[in-house]
């Protein structure tokens, strides 16, 4: 994932009604921006099928740990059709949402006529508790920082 593709991933989730500040937006890009590692690396596993060639990539915003899978079509000219996108929020972008520490945000792209994401699901880390019945830590949700008042 390069520079770009991050930025407008960054304003595809503000313009679809994401619950994300335009400060949040602005400083966003620009961690990006200032992030000389962030381009897309060796991290991507390709296997060729009859669609075309299906890439999965390793996100390399450590501040935010992610996966993505795309598409590049048969025939496309190397252009590429987003699928999936899964990502644990980091503390500013996780305290802006209101998202856990430990949830992760699960973005799938059904429409091939626009990069915007089809559906975005919240995984709660207390779900996967319950669902696979193992101990919970209560370690998901740093505790509110206390305001200082004058």
Do not use: H, W
């Amino acid at each position: 994932m390069t520079k770009l593709d991050k930025i407008e991933e960054i304003l595809r989730e503000y313009n679809n009604g994401s619950n994300i500040s335009a400060e949040a937006v602005l400083s966003g890009i620009e961690n990006v921006m200032n992030d000389p590692e962030f381009t897309k690396g060796d991290d991507t596993l390709r296997i060729e099928t009859p669609a075309g060639e299906l890439c999965a990539f390793v996100g390399v915003d450590m501040d935010n740990p992610s996966v993505g899978i795309y598409l590049m079509p048969e025939g496309g000219n190397g252009t590429i059709i987003d699928l999936a996108y899964a990502e644990v929020k980091g503390e500013e972008l996780a305290d802006i949402e209101d998202i856990g520490y430990k949830d992760v945000t699960l973005y799938t792209y059904a429409d091939p006529y626009t990069e915007d994401f089809t559906q975005r699901n919240i995984i709660k880390r207390d779900d996967v508790v319950k669902a696979l019945e193992i101990e919970n830590d209560d370690k998901n949700v740093k505790p509110k920082k206390s305001v200082e008042r004058d």
